[in-house]
């Protein structure tokens, strides 16, 4: 830990802190929701003065209604509450069953009759469920809806169920969220940033395996809010979506469940090949895959068990809540047709999570309140082979221990009516270490092809990734209402995360020294390189040559594999939400963010990133039920320290270099070969280089039908308008010729001169006749031509149409559509086409345009774009003993492109060919699931026991979820399974559930 970093953070919040006293400005706690009580006479006259008493579970709250006849309630733990308004000459009234949700508001109207307060009149659902006060686009998922429909135990299958999220090709974790990559949403669990440090995704991940755990599990949570759009200035770090988790917490009664839940191999259909080569549509190709088939799934099973525990210390006072839920997960493969691995039988990459939570609430005064909270999923891998199994042998055997560790102190204060106060620290802190059982150079062989196969893979398990990342975080925020020409709700706060992020990335295999070789600068002879990725060629022509079974070198560093890197990142924001009157709210708001990123080598500060918010809310009835919004932003991106790792610690290696054979060194290095450079001088970042931004508009329409119904629709709109990334000034043939590649971080567009334009030559003082290219090809500095790149384009527009219903008369229904298109040239910070995780640092732009990138800088649909998105889901309630749920999720295809492998880098998937989405798309996806569920009746009502069933993909549908675009493979050999299918829907399968509750 960087104590000099800490303490002059915290003499920054002391500022802030003395700057602030005595006025009162702020937010409240993301992972607690308000309740606004708008008292009436019958004649529609606001009655000021009246009192109103809210009990909820933590016991009681009482408030005066103020001159407008509001009494509004702050940092409220989501959960259901009652409400009482008593005012002399009137009956009282008590509405019942108002719920409260993490950061929305919500109303009740309650309309006084003339009597004595003795009498009192009884209102059941009455709560209005349009948040006037808000622009925000999105959906909150509750734990009375998620459990009684069909989803999968995991939390982030949730996420699917709101309009606006699509897969995104990293994982169901990381979705893409109104048209971003799956590595540019935040994610926050009870106000604690669980968002992965390196590379932007949920909880823990990995370059290699993608999301490994979440921080939380799926029975801990008692609601999710996945926001789309309309953010207010309160919220940045994402240009996809926030996603907010609010753990359960105890109460004045005790309430716990034991439970178990099991989908074993059995209860799931047989999985569908993609190597059997289905003819997925008319013009595909038919038969096996030939070039590069796939390790094959043959089932899936897991277990878990636990329990929720909760309940007082001191009543109203002093609460706690626990929970542990260990879970087991095993997926069984096999390797394809004539590979080794095939006879070896199945074998099983098994997973255990540790998941546990805890929380504590004091209730120090009526008005002033702390929370602990803290959770963790320790979680491993055991040894086994985790990786492809296109393999004759087991030798790329492993295990990994990876997980989080995260706990939070919060305080809330109300000083008088009006004014609030809210500070937490919180620390997140992640894992993942992987070991290889086998220290082997991991090898693909094109020297030995199988008849469905181009290649075998050898040796060891090639990159390893390990890290380890801890977000210290700070907030400090304030509220004030005041009524000055009309309400207002003032907002103004501060938060400050420091992030020390370390990772070891290097290869598996044998160190081994540079040669002495073309391409290679002579101080770096003799350096040491941490093993390698190799490609194995039957035959290779070098200088004239031929020469049989030579390695060349794919990937390998030679700098220190060990990297540290760290983050400085402050944030403020002020906003008014101006209600004019009962009819019009205006909300503006100005948020400031600033980032100061360090690797080994670098440091740079992307300052003044001035991100202004502003919306209008329209209540055209004045009633609360009712809204028309639009909500205008800018949106900058938080940096993952992925860029840090890589481009600021000077990540050094030579590729492209051939061997004769192993060991690697200069005895076996063959002649006139010729290395490629990457990353052999620090990465430059390019001065006044600045973040990423977005600019959105959303607007939109909500409705509340009465009895818990809520109708609305909305459109959302956004352009990205900067990005960040790693370029270079030569092109690929001129690196392939032996220019070096300088790699500069910049704001790339195609306006940029800042390079020296490389230009073929055969002789004069500026030509380098072994290369062929002016001696200046590629140097930094402006010749007064633009650098040949695009301007990065990434537009998204949608329309969102979504029914809700809360649970009440026995049934409920969460119901929304998607109509969107998503195209430009940059996907941005993950690639699907070539699967790179490498935010900021994706090889998109590393070459400047030549033919040979051909239609890599052209605009067309992007590789996430789904036109058609529908989820309908929905549960009833038979004589409170049958529950019946029930989902249905219609998603349009993805676009199809056909991609050749890099010309210098090698790798596949990476050139479109004939435009963006030129091939048409992968099938329409269309799955049904079905949830039962029956409450066993017990002697005492304090206990139910709960059998339940869900059935998945109920009508057993396998249809092809992606295909294979890549028309080269790595190192450009063609590929003959263009176009067959890479991936299918997962087949029928149950899991089964009993819950004792009590």
Known sequence: MNHTRWNRTMAVVLCFLLGLAGIAFGQADVSKGSLSVLVEDSSGAVVPGATVTLTGPMGEQKATSN?????????????TYTVRVEFEGFKAYRAENVIVRANERTSVQAVLEPGVVTEVVEVRGSAITVDTASTTVGSTITQEIYTNLPVGRNIANLFRLSPGVAPSGVGGANPSISGASGLENYYIIDGISATDQGYGAFGVYSIVYGSMGTGVNFDFVKEVQIKTGGFEAQYGQALGGVVNIVTASGGNELHGAVYGYVNPYWAEATYKQPNAGEKWRDDAPA???TSSPLTEIHGRSGWDVGFNLGGPVLKNRFFWYGAFNPTFAETKRLGPENFGTRSLGYQYSKRRHYNWVGKINFNLTDNHRLEGTAFGDPSRLPAGVHRSLLRDDLDSESKATFGTRNWAVKYNGNFGANTLLNASFAWNHTYFTEEATKNLYAIRNYAKPKPNATYTLEGGIGYIGNSQGDNKQISVMFTRNANVLGGHQFDIGYAFQQIDYDAINLYSGPEWQLPSARGIDPEDVGKTVHGAYLYLYPSRTIGGVVYRNVYRVARGNFSNPAVETETDYHSAFVQDAWQLNRYLTIKAGLRWEQQEIAGNVNRYTFAANWAPRVGFIIDP??????????????FFEKIPQDLAVRAMSQEESYIGGYFTGLPLSQATVVPNTVFFPTGTEPTIIYGGTKSMYQEEIAAGFERDMGGGLVIS??????????????????TVEAANAGIHQQYVICNPSAKLDIFHNPKECTGGPNCDPETGFTIDSGELGPDGVPDTFPDPRRVY??????VEKRFAQ????HANYRLAKLFGNYEGLFRNDNGQSDPNITSLFDFIWSPALADQFKVGVLPTDRRHVANIYGHYLFRNRLNIGMGWQILSGAPISKLLAHPAYLNAGEIPVGGRGALGRTPTQNYFDLRLDYIIPLRSEKYRLKAGANL?????RKTVTDVDMDYELSGGIPNGDFLKPLAMARPFYAAFSLRLEF
């Open 67 to 79: 001159p407008r006849g509001e009494a509004l309630f702050l940092n409220l733990t989501p959960g």
């Open 287 to 289: 038969g096996p895959r």
């Open 621 to 634: 009835t004045g009633t609360r039920r009712m809204k028309l919004f639009a909500n205008w932003g800018r």
């Open 713 to 730: 629709a909305r459109f959302v709109y956004r352009d990205l308008k900067r990005a960040l990334e790693d370029i270079s000034g030569v």
């Open 797 to 802: 527009k949608a329309l969102e149409l979504a």
């Open 810 to 813: 026995n049934w409920a229904i």
């Open 952 to 956: 998945f993909n109920l009508f057993n």
